[in-house]
């Protein structure tokens, strides 16, 4: 079976210096917030060209502090994506905030931006732009209507490690920028983590105290906290991966490159990047209206396949529950339907993705 992502086949590869990093964290004993979560936020930091990250236990988390951080409360409202995984709305609904759904481009998956504006109110309070699948969220149209309207720019990056927009990193550009460390992220742990970056010492503060019990100084609490901290041995992980995610994003855009010239069928709707953009395709993932016969055809072969994501946010019970989205969002709707991610890691072979292409195209 060739995997969605073959987690076996990095760690093999870095096994003497992660071992050797996950021996140094148990004997130090030094397993809360130690030498290596300290060292993982001014090396993430100084690779976006920023003065702050503070990392957190989950992507989820970095959302969610960084939502109150930018003092996000009951009512107000913001302006996201529905087509995405659950936490980039969920935070906004666990903080008794109202998420509002503005549909998406079909080339990019990300928010329209000519779609914002209409559903601004007074109640409106920041934007998530969500870089889905390693693909950038269009920024310079979100920063201005951001500006224009007084609002916070949230950015979710948690599948985007190291994409560019216009030559910015993304995550640098938004008041504050939200990573996760999921094990199958384009930059990882193994188990949970997260980390949030920003220009503004304020912000850094804020969640720096929200991520230990609303405290700076042991036993005094400023603020009603989390218990949100970054393992130390996720940390140490996540430093030897640092070093070379320059370089698997590389052979992430290599691997789509092989498909995108592979793959031949007019059936098919490869991705797209848009122009002044780097995808680091943490998923490569196509378009077709016979998604589910193809699915079937690749799983008859081996071949792993996945759908990210079958029920846009506007249409989650959970959500359908609690807010009035009466709203239908056909962009996002037909690319829940239509819309087929296939395998994508640095290690892919060019065998395997010769392989996944040959089903494709014969399927047809
Ligand atoms: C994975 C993911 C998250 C949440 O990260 P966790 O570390 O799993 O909490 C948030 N947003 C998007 C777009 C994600 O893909």
């Keep these: 079976m060739i995997p969605m992502v073959d987690l076996k086949r990095q760690y093999h590869a870095l096994k003497s210096e992660i071992d050797a990093a996950v021996a140094d964290v148990l004997e130090s004993a030094q397993y809360i917030l130690g030498p290596n979560v300290g060292k993982l936020e001014e090396e993430i930091a100084a690779y976006h060209g920023l003065s702050y990250a503070v990392s957190v236990a989950n992507g989820t988390d970095a959302l969610l502090l960084a939502l109150r951080a930018c003092d996000i409360k009951e009512g107000d409202e913001v302006i996201t994506t529905p087509f995405t995984f659950i936490a980039t709305a969920e935070v906004v609904a666990l903080l008794n905030a109202v998420p509002v759904f503005v549909d998406i481009c079909p080339d990019t998956f990300n928010l329209d931006c000519s779609q914002i504006k209409a559903k601004i109110t007074a109640k409106t309070k920041a934007i998530i732009p969500v870089h889905l699948f390693g693909h950038p969220a269009d920024m310079d149209p979100i920063m201005d209507i951001a500006r224009e309207n007084n609002l916070k720019v949230i950015e979710d990056c948690a599948q985007a490690f190291g994409a560019k927009y216009k030559g910015r990193k993304v995550g640098s550009i938004g008041d504050v920028g939200c990573f996760s460390f999921f094990p199958s992220k384009n930059l990882a742990g193994y188990g949970d983590g997260g980390m949030i970056i920003t220009k503004e010492e304020k912000i850094a503060e804020r969640i720096r105290m929200l991520r230990n019990h609303g405290s700076s100084k042991r036993y005094y609490h400023h603020l009603v906290g989390y218990n949100s901290r970054l393992d130390e041995i996720q940390a140490a992980i996540v430093r030897v991966k640092l070093k070379r995610i320059d ?106 993705i010769k392989i996944i292409a040959g089903v494709i195209n014969n399927a047809f």
Excluded: W
Excluded at 306 to 315: M, N, Q, S, T
């Design 247 to 352: 370089e698997y994003n590389e052979a992430r855009r290599r691997n789509a490159a092989a498909y995108c010239s592979a793959i031949n069928k007019k059936e098919i709707i490869l991705p797209s990047t848009a122009l002044g953009c780097e995808h680091v395709y943490h998923q490569f993932t196509i378009r077709t209206k016979y998604r589910d016969r193809l699915s079937a055809t690749l799983g008859q072969n081996n071949i792993s396949s996945a759908i990210y994501y079958p029920v846009p946010l506007h249409l989650q019970e959970a959500f359908l529950s609690r807010y009035n989205l009466k709203d239908s969002l056909p962009q996002a709707e037909a690319c829940a339907d239509e819309v087929l991610s296939l395998p994508m890691f640095p290690e892919l072979g060019e065998e395997e």
